[in-house]
């Protein structure tokens, strides 16, 4: 049971990567300020968070089971809350999809929708009504710098989550109403199994539908690429938790926050040229036409931050 003055803060998607380091350091908070309930849509994977977990577990940090595209599942663990109430949600499942659209099939494209946009949409309704009624709230969600820049091969994926942004941009303005706040964390590449998955997922893949070229340039052009950024300026889980932890702390919780500094000019340039051609054509000529310097470029940042960003020893702050 929460106790007086603790939040109580639910988050999908606790079974690895940012949802898991999240738990965990809200419930390790030294002042006890969180009532974390860490929930996932598959318990069989509940051994590592339970590990991470140590001695905070089922102290301030509860197991659940909920899978954010079920309507029962999202119900049946809101009503099993002993607190009776959830005042910050942290909106963290996600999955991922790349490769040309052209042999990702419609209903492939909507199960990403699924999770990434409804499955946020349906926490949202499920605890509205609630937060309204007590007017107070914060609606936290892990969208990402994709939710604001598309990336190349990356189509459906950037879809979900500017959608995502889009709906909450729109109803953090009536929130403030109610006294809730609405925050985006917006992370560049993360260390997580999230890559991981997008790669097994695509080294199984014939690619069908998509002509040779295509599929050429995604692999030996966009799959190096990706994996040079992730290496160069992917950041830790701890360092998106440690970034979502402040946001979660703030007296007003801002309604962005870029956890990686290295993708402050790229969102920059999308703002300074209302005809979008200055992104566009930056990114196609440093993927198509400049891939040595873009590579040059990785390795000395890489030299420059000593690998930082992967070993979180930078703070997003
Ligand atoms: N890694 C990155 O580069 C990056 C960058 C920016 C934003 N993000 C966002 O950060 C969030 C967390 O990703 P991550 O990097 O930590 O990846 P991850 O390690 O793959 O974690 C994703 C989590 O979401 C869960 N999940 C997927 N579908 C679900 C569903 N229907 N119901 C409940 N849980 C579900 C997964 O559970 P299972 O284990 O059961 O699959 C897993 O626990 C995602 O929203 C992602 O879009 C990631």
Redesign the pocket.
Known sequence: MASDGQKVVLI?????????RLAVQLASDPLKRFHVIA????LS?KGKLEEAAGATLNKTLHIAQ????YDESVTQCLSSIQAGRVDIVV??????KIGPVESLSIEEMKTIF???LF?VVRMIKALLPDMKKRQSGHIVV?????GLQGVVFNDV?AAS?FAIEGFCESLAVQLLKFNIYVSMI??????????M?LMEEVSQSEFPGADPVTVQYFKDVYLPASHDI?MTM?QT?DA?AQATMKVISMERPVFRYQTNVLYTPLIAMKYADNTGNLSVRTFYNLLFNHGTMFKISLTLLRIITCNCFRSGEISPN
């Open positions: 999908t998607g606790c079974s690895s990567g940012i949802g898991l929930t996932m849509r598959n994977k909920l899978d954010v595209c909106n963290n499942a996600g999955v991922g699924e999770t990434n499955g892990m969208s990402s710098v994709i994926y989550k917006e992370p560049g590449p993360v260390n997580t199994e999230f890559e998955k992730f992917g889980p998106i």
